[in-house]
Structures are given as C-alpha cells and as structure tokens.
C-alpha cells in the first residue's frame, strides 16, 4: 500500500476536519455532510481504526508478499500448486453449512451502492444483489459514503428515491434480494480517513462502517440469524483470506456475535488464486459461503502475472471468453473444489446488456447471455451473476429449469472429473488473433471508462456492454503487452506491428471518433483529455503498473477544507 499524498487539495499544514467527532488519532479529511456524520460516529471510526492497528501489519506483509511473488513470475516462474499446502488439498475436510437465508443463490444482480440501483436491484427479482464498493465504483468520497447512507437504509427498509423528472418514487418491494456487500480490494487505500497519520486500509473502512451500523439489523431481518454477507475481491494468497477471517473474528467479538455469523464469498480473480482455491476456503472455513468465478479479473491478471512471457500473449480480448481452455479449467475446478467443500460455486458476469433501440441486436445479445448461463448450471455452477435487472428474469429461468427445485447444485454436481485438472490446463495459453481492431477498441474503452470513472461512475455502458473498473484493466494491459512486445496483428492480414508511433495515431484518432460520438460540449466538459493521459501513459509505461485505478485515484481525492487560492 503507498502511503503517499493523495489529491489535489492537500494542505500545507494539516488541518482536520473538525465537524466529524473523531476518535483519537483518527482524521477525517473528506466533506463534511450531516448524513455522513451519522455514519462516520465516533464509535464507528473507533471500530475502524482498531481494525486497521490490528491488522495493518499483516496487509502489508501480505501486499509485499504480492510484489516478491511478482518479482519471481518477471525473472520466469510461472504460478502454480504450493507443495506446502497439499495436505490442505487433499485432505478431507468441510466448510461450516451454508446458512438456509442463501442456500438459493440461483441469480445475483450486482451494481454500485447507488442509491436508486440498490432498490432496483433489491427489487429485480434476483436471490442475491451484491453492492458494490469494488469494479463497478469509482471510490470518491461522495460515492463511498453515500454508498453507506444507502446501505443502511436499505438494511432497515427505509430507502426510498424520487426522480423528480419522472414523477416516480422509489422504494422497496416485500420480497427482496439478500444483501452481500464487495468492499475494495487489499491494494486500495482511503486517502480520506487517516489513522495514525496514515491513509486507512480501503476495504476496512468499507468492512468496518457497514458492519458496525448494519450487523444486528441484517442479521434480524434478513439472515435468518447469520450476516451481514460479503463479497471479497482481487485476492492472491490464502494468507490474505486467512487476514479477511481474524478481521471478521474479531468484528464477532467486538459486537458479542457468535463465530461463524459473518459469511463471505472469495472472488478467485487472480491467477495465483486459482492455485489457492483449497488454502483460501480453508482458512475462512467458519465464515465462508463459496467462491466466485470474477472472469474479468482473472484475464486482466493472466497479462498481469505473465507481463515478462513474451510467449503468453493474449489474442484481441473479444476472444478470451469462458470456452477457452484455461478459462474452463478454471470454472471446472473451482466447481470440483466447492462442492467438495460443501459450499456454493458461484458463476460470474457476461458483458451483454440489454439493448434498447436494437430489438435484432438485444436478441442476439440476450442470447450469448443465455449460451454462457447454460454452459454454467450444466458444468454444475450453483448460480451465476446478472448486470442489469432485464436479463434476471432469462438467467433464473436457465438455472431453475435446469436445476429442479433445488436451491443449488452443491451435493449433486461433485464434478470429480475436474480432479485431472493440471498446472498446464490452468495456464494454458489463449487462442485467437490480435487485430488492430482490437487495439482500437481497447483504446476507445479504456479511455471512455477511466472519464467515466474520473466523473465519478464506476461502471458505465459502451458499445452495448458493460465496462467496469475490471474490463477496462484487460484494455489497459493488452495495450500495454502489445507495445511491449512490439507483436505482430495476425489477424488482419496485413502484418502491421504494434509500436509506439502506430499507438500515437490509434489513440488520436479514436479521441476524434470519442468526441463525434458523445459530441462536442460533453466531450468538453467530460474528462476525457485528462482519461487520455492517463490510459495513456499507463499503456506505454516501460513497467505495467499493477492497477489502473491506483493511479487514477489521485485524481479523485479532494482533501477538506479545500485550500482557498491565494490568488
Ligand atoms: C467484472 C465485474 O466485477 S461485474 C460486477 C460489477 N459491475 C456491475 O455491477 C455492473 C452493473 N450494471 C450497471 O452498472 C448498469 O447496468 C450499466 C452501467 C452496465 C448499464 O446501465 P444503464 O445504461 O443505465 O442501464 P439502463 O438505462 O438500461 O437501465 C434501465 C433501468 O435499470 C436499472 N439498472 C441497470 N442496471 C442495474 C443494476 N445492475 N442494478 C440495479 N438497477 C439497474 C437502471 O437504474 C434503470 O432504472 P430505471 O428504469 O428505474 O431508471
Ligand atoms: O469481479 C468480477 C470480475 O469478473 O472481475
Ligand atoms: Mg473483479
């Protein structure tokens, strides 16, 4: 974690920002607003910070871990199965039993904790909404606590929304979707909370302040006992899942909850992780409900781990879809060690969405959703992941019809098979051809996202499918391998290598092809000049940063009390 200076508004001298009552040696440097202070209480911030004293050391082990095993795959080590762990794999052991409030999870919407999209997702039918704080969130301070104000009134019941322009209120319905919360990744830092001087841990601020106001609520209301229910992302170790299990231990001693009433669900997202599936759900066995298959993720970390395997590069990203090799091993295996362990196999998110003024194009699009649903619950996923509330009712429709009645698949789908599934299925290199086609597009959406991002959305539709923080990432570093490696697009025919000099033009001409289409105001009101630079100087950067995002938050950190000019 770089504990450095986030933001443009840094002021000279430190100055706190004195309308939040803070504990002591806790800071809070964002916005003062009324509705956030009653997030932000003393008592709140108190929990927070213990966290992050308790276990600041740990993360930072485990994020220097990341780089020294980072260091080993540059100098040619490739991932793979630990030795050290192999009685962990191979011996018989299982999680606690899945809680009955979410032994159905046949469908699961996910979008940011906006506050209208929350009461539709809750709304939309779905099993599950998982609210995030992760890909589909740009992390300003505005989203961040707004995002917990919505929360809690969505935990309670109360959350309503009017859009004025539509006459239309907004609440929710009787039956709704289980609430499971995605806080930021291990690497995040909030640069709007200090503790000890330092910027707190993101995804402790995100844990910390929705558990504290939410647990005994959800666990009422909605867990039947168990609660509150997360997401965990971008994990690479087991010891990292092992950090997320003392940081849930003790958030159950603190409030005075039994051991095992907090459940989380792991992304495997990661290249390493795959290689952990057993270590990570051993560690978090009293806490776990499953893993997921974060597809996005998991190409954006293929380039990433193999950034010094000139042999490993990726086809155009259109073609690194789930029937790949690797990308089916990945799926099968993480089935076969679920279901082995007694918990849920969670599918991930197919990039379609629906298409309003298309009705041939919305077809077709409907239908390569339904193609990669029904791949899922037939290989024996227990659900899988829905972007937009139009495509709930298909997807519930594939695993109902294919499940019967039961809630999921876990004691019928043991997927044994998947046992013979080796280090080389699971790095098997991806087939296709690259394009400059794909380079186009890959420049057009990474910089139309990060304005997206800049401007505050953290996922955004463009050219009919949705992009997220994890999308754009496989842009950034495709770019970023093709450049280096000076390759060759095979797949036009015409042998054109990809340079720096060909770079340069792509990306002025696809930021005249950006202005065209939004037009001219937005795109000079937008941020897409400062996106450019920024996608831009990660794609050429002589080392690949590890994540775009990092980059790209010092420009949405905004210290208060901003520092009047003195001008
Ligand atoms: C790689 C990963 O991590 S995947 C998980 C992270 N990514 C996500 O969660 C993406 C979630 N999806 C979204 O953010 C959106 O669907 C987008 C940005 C892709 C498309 O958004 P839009 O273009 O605004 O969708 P559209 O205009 O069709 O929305 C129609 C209605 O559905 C709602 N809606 C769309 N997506 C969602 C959602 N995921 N959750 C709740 N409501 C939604 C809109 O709010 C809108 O509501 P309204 O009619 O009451 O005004
Ligand atoms: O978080 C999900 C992913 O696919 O990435
Ligand atoms: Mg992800």
Known sequence: MDHGNYGHSRPKEKQTNSNYDVPEAVEVLGRYDAEFAKILTKD???????????????????LECRKEAKRRYNEGALPGFDPATRCIREGEWICAPVPSAVSDRKVEITGPVERKMIINALNSGAKVFMADFEDALSPNWENLMRGQVNLKDAVVGTITFQDKGRNKVYKLNDEIAKLFVRPRGWHLPEAHILIDGEPATGCLVDFGLYFYHNHSTFRRTQGGGFGPFFYLPKMEHSREAKIWNKVFEKAENVVGIERGSIRATVLIETLPAVFQMDEILYELRDHSVGLNCGRWDYIFSYVKIFNGHPDRLLPDRVQVGMTQHFMKSYSDLLIRTCHRRGVHAMGGMAAQIPIKDDPAANEAALELVTKDKLREVKAGHDGTWAAHPGLVPSCMEIFTKNMGNSPNQIATMKRDDAAKLTEEDLLQIPRGVRTMEGLRLNTRVGIQYVAAWLTGSGSVPLHNLMEDAATAEISRVQNWQWLKYGVELDGDGLGVKVSKELFGRVVEEEMVRIENEVGKDKFKKGKYKEACK???????????????TLDAYNYIVIVHPVEVSKL
Not at 46 to 53: E, G, I, T, W, Y
Not at 540 to 545: A, F, G, I, K, M
């Open 44 to 62: 709140a911030l108190k929990f927070v910070a213990d966290l992050q004293r308790e276990f600041r050391s740990h993360i930072k082990y485990a």
């Open 534 to 548: 920024i996608f831009t100087r990660q794609c050429t950067s002589p080392t690949l940063d590890d994540f775009l």
